[in-house]
């Protein structure tokens, strides 16, 4: 039989405006950055797609060098969109970027309109798309003009590769820049998408009040520090885990090691009080944020997405509980 979606999929998933604009998205988003690649099981890929999209996830998030190997992840979604989903493109939001390597020479990465340009048109043919509703600069160019980077966004969206715009790692100044150049173009800078996490906090810094200034979206990814924030680790370290196949070589710097372990089974005896996991209250930290649009999660298998939707039934924090949780990162 065909894949039928579910019908109450829009009942329990909440939706917030990215913000200013008038797009809403899923407050959970679906990443496809690991486990959905060439190396992986597609029908494992396929379950939690369609899986997340019967629970309302309709907001998909790629980039161009999701693998392994670089691009296959879009292969992956672009098949499972044939197959499954392509009667209800018009209920999805797909998000992807370009600014990390993707092939030899000087025009194969970063933020080059060059770069931008070639490297979506090759995304939309992986996934077999006229457009994606969301391209963002993966990454700020230390060596390209801002105004070109931006300028390349802009001609992305007056072309209808794209319907939106947004940004990835940029810091606040050079957000707050980005922004001025969209505005003044008219292609208005639709969302930013940083790390955030319990264990990194870089944006309340600045970023998140130049988001609200401004009426930009946030999306945080990483809202699990690599499932670092989960009880996954609390005992050892499972071989089909992301550090046990990557030998605990985990990016941004991550490390498992007794003192992070020791915090997150305190922060896991202060969820099991919420009646929440460790992951649902991690993701529900991150959601606290009226900047927040969504938290972007990965997942390896079926019962993680559904395990992060629950998080949604219970979001609110008391002061005393964002206290104790400030107390226990702060040791």
């Not at 043919?125 to 990454?139: A, E, T």
């Not at 996954?232 to 990016?251: F, M, T, V």
Request: net charge negative.
């Amino acid at each position: 039989m065909s894949y039928q979606p579910a019908d109450d999929r829009y009942d329990a998933m909440q939706y917030r405006r990215s913000g200013r604009s008038g797009l809403k998205l899923p407050a959970i988003t679906l990443g496809l950055w690991y486990n959905f690649g060439g190396i992986d099981p597609f029908e494992n890929a396929r379950s939690m797609i369609r899986r997340a999209f019967d629970l309302g996830i309709t907001h998909f998030d790629l980039a161009n060098n999701y693998g392994p190997p670089p691009g296959s992840a879009e292969e992956t979604f672009g098949r499972v969109l044939a197959k499954d989903l392509k009667r209800y493109r018009d209920e999805l939001v797909i998000s992807s970027k370009a600014g990390y390597y993707m092939w030899p020479g000087p025009y194969g990465e970063w933020g080059s309109r060059k770069y931008l340009v070639a490297s979506l048109d090759q995304s939309l043919k992986r996934m077999g798309l006229d457009y994606v509703d969301i391209f963002y600069s993966h990454r700020p160019d230390p060596d390209t003009p801002l105004e070109e980077t931006m300028g390349a966004l802009d001609y992305i969206v007056r072309s209808g590769r794209a319907l939106y715009v947004g940004i990835s790692t940029y810091s606040p100044e050079q957000t707050r820049e980005a922004a001025e150049i969209l505005r003044d173009l008219g292609t208005p800078c639709l969302i930013h998408q940083p790390r955030y996490n319990m264990f990194d906090r870089w944006i309340e810094e600045g970023l998140l009040d130049v988001l609200e200034e401004e009426g930009i979206g946030c999306i945080g990814f990483s809202p699990l520090c690599q499932g670092i924030l989960t009880d996954k680790y609390l005992r050892e370290i499972p071989e089909d885990s992301r550090a046990g196949k990557w030998k605990n070589q985990l990016h941004w710097g991550d490390e498992i090691n007794q003192e992070r372990i020791a915090k997150v089974a305190e922060l896991n005896q202060l969820a099991q009080t919420r009646g929440q996991s460790m992951a649902q209250m991690a993701i529900a930290w991150v959601l606290r944020h009226p900047t927040m649009t969504s938290a972007l999660i990965g997942a390896s298998r079926v019962s993680q997405i559904e395990e992060a939707v629950a998080a949604l039934d219970h979001l609110e924090f008391s002061q005393q509980e964002l206290d104790a949780i400030d107390a226990i990162l702060a040791e």
